[in-house]
């Protein structure tokens, strides 16, 4: 996992996560908690799904093998939209909303190398997938 509850208690507040995370209103902390768990492991799942085949390895970590800042925001971001949206708050114009939408935008932009991360890439000298097609060579 890439970021804890208190990530995600500097990005939107410990009110707030407890709020969107409490589904069944019980009040319950050890429940509350689970449910903050459970977007963590959702988040970091999808940030980590962006990076298939990517140039980055999985996890990504840096080369002391620690989540790299940024992926631990985007982290603490995506599980509190996550736990909003569980919520049942789901409005287009929410900036809770936005921030998902935002942080999908920053992974895109590592991906498409316009930006970049501190964390471990993959070893190229790995074998080829893919086929070339060349034309020529197809008569």
């Known amino acids: 996992m890439y970021c804890d509850l208190l990530d995600i208690f500097l990005v939107y507040g410990k009110e ?32 980590d799904s962006q990076f298939i085949d990517s140039a980055y390895a999985i996890p990504l970590v ?17 599980a509190g939209a996550i736990l ?31 930006s970049r991360i501190k964390a471990v890439k993959v070893n190229y000298n790995r074998p080829m997938v893919g086929v070339l097609f060349d034309e020529r060579t197809c008569e």
């Open 84 to 114: 909003y949206k569980a919520r049942g708050y789901d409005g287009e114009d929410d900036s809770v909303i936005k921030v998902e939408k935002e942080v999908m935008k920053e992974i895109a932009y590592v991906l498409a190398g316009l």
């Open 16 to 47: 707030n996560a407890y709020q969107w995370a409490d589904l069944d209103n019980s009040r319950i902390e050890s429940d509350i908690e689970d449910i903050i768990e459970f977007a963590i492991v959702d988040a970091s799942e999808k940030i």
């Open 62 to 78: 840096d080369s002391e093998d620690h989540t790299p800042e940024t992926v631990r925001r985007w982290c603490a971001r995506l």
